[in-house]
């Protein structure tokens, strides 16, 4: 091993910050009180994050900030406000999941370190360019990779200068990352806006298999499997957990500090892990880093596992059955090692301060001497340090312009500011009567403010200017349709509109099918999935390289950087989650994207004030079945049951079957596996979208219409054609009479749909 090995922590609160600095973390990641994904968590205010910044320096340990969410487009005046203050602090690196976030870092605050987040789903090698052409430093993979899958991207990452972070504890979500809409379809808590509400962790009616928590999965655990990850050549071990406490979070910390730096020292792992069962838990599975995606992973109970634990753990150390009284016993010593963690935890950061620095400024100045300004910080968490600085001109008697307190204080004021705390302006050793020229006020105040700052020049705020929001190239919005079925391509002779062709998630090793098939029919525009792990993406860019379309539409960044490497036109999907006009700059200056779906998260007035690129189409989903979450695990295996203890191979290829869950407030979800498509779960309704139309038409140059079927179960299709008609009718109406019978047609072909994600946005 010729790397570093970076333990990088969770840190929801000021105390819980103290706990991983103390317990040895080399890193933490905390957020402020918005743009990031853990909004539940308590989070910090900016004068926090700044004496968290000095305290963990004196530790060396650094801080990294969470910006990881989608961005809309009125956010981006406060957006460059917080940038501008972040980049005269000493913060680490941010943490970043939209593009168009990316795109204002580089461009205007490129001192700052951009960390891409989980939340962008990477899991191919196509991404890790991708995302280091955008100005990543470090990417954070998907949690569903295997170790294998981990080392050929870290590979990837080494020829790119690219750092690897894996998560090794905590939660985990039963969906990819990013790809995850199980709420916002409904009241708008979004995860890609840090508000996911956890419908993974809810109580569902009892399933035919048993089952009343069908898909919640125990947490991740790679405490054990440390040393196959500093084989596959990993940076950074992450642990999840911003939303848990202090006592949580210094236990786990400690831990792994304790195994990592064992394992360094000796070559084996000398912890046996047992502390972590003390805290939270919901018992530990590490079957995605093994590649084993078996039954076990689930647990019918998504609160603390540690008393369950407990017990099991003392029945089987003892020969006998036990009685009430003993599981009483086993259950409050648990709990007095949870006092005992918590007092020593209190202890431990009770001396650990983030306050304030104090400050005092001493003003002198005599004539034909310069102004002389002597600086002093002090306080409980620093050592005292006194500078001065001084004028290059010498003072002058001034009658009209003298500098006096008053005037100091006016200029020099706002150094009480979130680092510092001004608690003397001392202007008795300066004489009456004198002035400097004002401009050598502002030169001393910008020179302590430097020294202050580690003797970095304080950067000055940015405005970001404004963006020119080109026309549409053609007056008229234009339909297009999705299919995935070979039958459907005869919709040709009925259309003269784009049609899409959904390309499978997973393929055969070597899988030359769909080739021989778009040469076949050039009309066809391929559309590539969001997820292509491992042999499927080498797949589908086989399928680029000898197809070689005049145009793609991609959900999936690594077949975008690719197809921008071959020339290919491409579109970003609807599952890149793009909501700014930022996003779509960056997308077209550094990959020559043609178009893009605007994310159907977003409602109408979060829309019309996105700014289209020069030479740039902007498209959107009108009706298409709501996709609520997206796993490589299996959904069936708690709900109607499957006699495969674990997935296998032929899965993927193979299964296409179809249930539904209900909660206990009576919804129902439809649970839907496509042949070679992972499995995923839909909302009941539909979404159709036809106010859309006479709203905003000026914006989009296209509409979308799903026909694949895909998330229907057993329900009936409605007739592709007659939908087709009525959709093409809608866009082509003038008439208000002929325009309301043509929605009331497509109201009774899809009776059970909705929009409401139109309204609520996020």
């Known amino acids: 091993m010729d790397h570093k090995i970076e333990l990088l922590a969770p840190g929801g609160d000021v105390d819980a910050i103290k706990a991983a600095i103390i317990a040895g973390a080399d890193a933490v990641y905390c957020g402020l009180d918005t743009l990031n994904a853990r909004n539940r968590a308590s989070n910090i205010s900016f004068e926090q994050l700044i004496?968290?910044?000095?305290?963990?320096?004196?530790?060396?340990?650094?801080?990294?900030?969470?910006?990881?969410?989608?961005?809309?487009?009125?956010?981006?005046?406060?957006?460059?406000?917080?940038?501008?203050?972040?980049?005269?602090?000493?913060?680490?690196?941010?943490?970043?999941?939209?593009?168009?976030?990316?795109n204002i870092i580089t461009k205007h605050f490129p001192t700052l370190d951009i960390h891409a987040s989980t939340q962008l789903t990477t899991h191919n090698v196509g991404q890790i360019p991708f995302l280091k052409k955008l100005g990543a430093s470090r990417v954070n993979l998907s949690r569903e990779l295997n170790l294998r899958e981990i080392t050929t991207i870290t590979k990837v990452c080494e020829e790119h200068d690219v750092l690897t972070e894996v998560f090794v504890h905590g939660s985990l979500c039963v969906a990819f990352s990013g790809l995850c809409y199980s709420t916002?379809?409904?009241?708008?808590?979004?995860?890609?806006?840090?508000?996911?509400?956890?419908?993974?962790?809810?109580?569902?009616?009892?399933?035919?298999?048993?089952?009343?928590?069908?898909?919640?999965?125990?947490?991740?655990?790679?405490?054990?499997?440390?040393?196959?990850?500093?084989?596959?050549?990993?940076?950074?071990?992450?642990?999840?957990g911003r939303i848990k406490g202090a006592n949580y979070v210094h236990t786990v910390v400690d831990s792994f500090r304790k195994q990592i730096d064992g394992f360094l020292n000796t070559g084996e792992l000398t912890e046996d892990g047992e502390r972590l069962y003390k805290v939270f838990n919901r018992d530990f599975s590490n079957a995605f880093l093994r590649g084993d995606l078996n039954q076990s992973m689930f647990i019918d109970n998504p609160r603390d596992n540690s008393k369950v634990h407990a017990v099991?753990?003392?029945?089987?150390?003892?020969?006998?059955?036990?009685?009430?009284?003993?599981?009483?016993?086993?259950?409050?010593n648990l709990q007095d090692d949870k006092n005992t963690i918590e007092a020593e935890v209190v202890e431990k950061i009770k001396h650990l301060s983030i306050e304030k620095v104090p400050l005092s400024l001493s003003f002198s100045g005599k004539i034909e001497q310069p102004l002389t300004v002597t600086v002093t910080t002090s306080g409980?968490?620093?050592?005292?340090?006194?500078?001065?600085?001084?004028?290059?001109?010498?003072?002058?008697?001034?009658?009209?312009?003298?500098?006096?307190?008053?005037?100091?204080?006016?200029?020099?004021?706002?150094?009480?500011?979130?680092?510092?705390?001004?608690?003397?302006?001392?202007c008795d050793n300066l004489d009456e009567g004198l002035s400097i020229p004002f401009k050598e006020l502002t030169a001393l105040k910008n020179e302590i403010a430097s020294t202050l700052n580690n003797s970095m020049t304080v950067l000055p705020e940015v405005t970001l200017p404004a963006?020119?929001?080109?026309?549409?190239?053609?007056?008229?919005?234009?339909?297009?349709?999705?299919?995935?079925?070979?039958?459907?391509?005869?919709?040709?002779?009925?259309?003269?509109?784009?049609?899409?062709?959904?390309?499978?998630?997973?393929?055969?090793?070597?899988?030359?099918?769909?080739?021989?098939?778009?040469?076949?029919?050039?009309?066809?525009?391929?559309?590539?999935?969001?997820?292509?792990?491992?042999?499927?993406?080498?797949v589908a860019v086989t399928i680029l390289e000898q197809v070689k379309p005049k145009l793609i539409v991609t959900n999936n960044t690594g077949i975008a950087y690719k197809a921008n490497e071959l020339g290919i036109e491409w579109i970003a999907g609807p599952f890149l989650n793009t909501?700014?006009?930022?996003?779509?700059?960056?997308?077209?200056?550094?990959?020559?994207?043609?178009?893009?779906?605007?994310?159907?998260?977003?409602?109408?007035?979060?829309?019309?004030?996105?700014?289209?690129?020069?030479?740039?189409?902007?498209?959107?989903?009108?009706?298409?079945?709501?996709?609520l979450m997206t796993s490589r695990q299996c959904f069936f295996q708690q709900s109607v049951g499957c006699e495969k203890p674990r997935i296998d191979n032929g899965c993927m290829l193979s299964c296409d079957k179809s249930t539904s869950i209900t909660n206990l407030k009576g919804v129902s979800f439809a649970i839907d596996k496509q042949k070679a498509g992972y499995p995923s779960i839909y909302?009941?309704?539909?979404?159709?979208?036809?106010?859309?139309?006479?709203?905003?038409?000026?914006?989009?140059?296209?509409?979308?219409?799903?026909?694949?079927?895909i998330g229907a179960g057993d329900k009936e299709s409605p007739d592709k054609a007659l939908l087709i008609q009525h959709f093409e009718a809608l866009l082509e109406n003038k008439l208000l009479d002929a325009k309301s019978a043509t929605q009331q047609q497509l109201n009774n072909l899809v009776p059970e749909s909705t929009n409401i994600q139109y309204h609520n946005g996020l």
């Open 51 to 102: 004496g968290i910044i000095r305290l963990a320096h004196q530790y060396d340990c650094q801080i990294f900030l969470t910006l990881n969410v989608i961005i809309l487009e009125r956010e981006f005046k406060s957006i460059a406000k917080l940038l501008s203050k972040l980049v005269n602090t000493t913060l680490d690196g941010v943490i970043v999941q939209d593009i168009g976030m990316f």
């Open 683 to 709: 909302n009941q309704d539909q979404f159709l979208n036809m106010e859309i139309i006479d709203d905003l038409s000026h914006l989009f140059d296209g509409f979308m219409i799903d026909l694949t079927n």
């Open 380 to 426: 409980f968490s620093v050592e005292q340090n006194t500078f001065t600085v001084q004028s290059t001109s010498l003072m002058r008697t001034s009658d009209n312009a003298s500098i006096d307190k008053a005037t100091i204080e006016k200029r020099f004021k706002s150094f009480n500011n979130a680092e510092f705390l001004l608690n003397e302006l001392n």
């Open 184 to 240: 916002s379809a409904s009241v708008g808590n979004s995860g890609n806006r840090g508000r996911c509400s956890q419908a993974c962790r809810e109580e569902y009616e009892t399933t035919p298999s048993g089952h009343n928590f069908p898909l919640n999965i125990k947490d991740n655990s790679a405490f054990f499997d440390l040393p196959a990850l500093i084989e596959a050549g990993v940076h950074s071990f992450k642990i999840e």
């Open 579 to 627: 909501t700014n006009s930022y996003a779509l700059l960056a997308m077209k200056e550094s990959f020559d994207c043609s178009g893009a779906f605007i994310s159907n998260e977003i409602n109408a007035m979060q829309m019309k004030n996105i700014a289209r690129p020069e030479n740039f189409k902007l498209f959107y989903s009108i009706y298409h079945p709501i996709l």
């Open 467 to 538: 963006l020119v929001n080109n026309p549409k190239a053609e007056s008229k919005t234009k339909l297009s349709l999705l299919i995935c079925d070979e039958e459907d391509v005869e919709l040709a002779n009925v259309t003269d509109a784009d049609i899409y062709f959904k390309l499978p998630d997973a393929y055969k090793r070597g899988c030359t099918k769909y080739i021989g098939f778009l040469q076949a029919n050039p009309r066809l525009i391929p559309w590539f999935p969001a997820v292509l792990i491992g042999k499927d993406y080498d």
């Open 312 to 332: 099991s753990k003392f029945k089987a150390d003892e020969s006998q059955n036990i009685s009430v009284v003993q599981i009483q016993d086993v259950e409050q």
